[in-house]
Nanobody, 124 residues
């Protein structure tokens, strides 16, 4: 059974940094496509960053150059390093997985498995 558990969210001031973690169980993340998504109140869920089984990454324009997605295969954990945070980054952040490892998509509808989310709040 695939399970994803996010952690690392919190409250920071504008310009600060956070690192989100997504611990996976029930499968090996190196063989799956993985992604980070976020949803702010009243807005649709949007893709932030994705990494496929080949290690190829893709980012939303709004976070490129500030966020970095990575994975630790030994720990079976996905990360999102977030730097230069601003209030527009405030949202619930989710990790997601898809068994087609070659997938490289920022569309939430492409993913089968989801974590419960972790809240990120950035104050000005």
């Amino acid at each position: 059974q695939v399970q994803l558990v996010e952690s690392g969210g919190g409250s920071v001031q504008s310009g600060g940094s956070l690192r989100l973690s997504c611990a996976a169980s029930g499968y090996t993340i190196s063989s799956y496509a993985m992604g980070w998504f976020r949803q702010a109140p009243g807005k649709e869920r949007e893709g932030v960053a994705t990494i496929n089984s080949h290690g190829i990454t893709s980012y939303a324009d709004s976070v490129r150059g500030r966020f970095t997605i990575s994975r630790d295969n030994a720990k079976n954990t996905l990360y999102l390093q977030m730097n230069s945070l601003n209030p527009e980054d405030t949202a619930m952040y989710y990790c997601a997985a898809h068994p087609r490892g070659w997938l490289l998509s920022l569309s939430p509808s492409s993913y089968n498995y989801w974590g419960q989310g972790t809240q990120v709040t950035v104050s000005s």
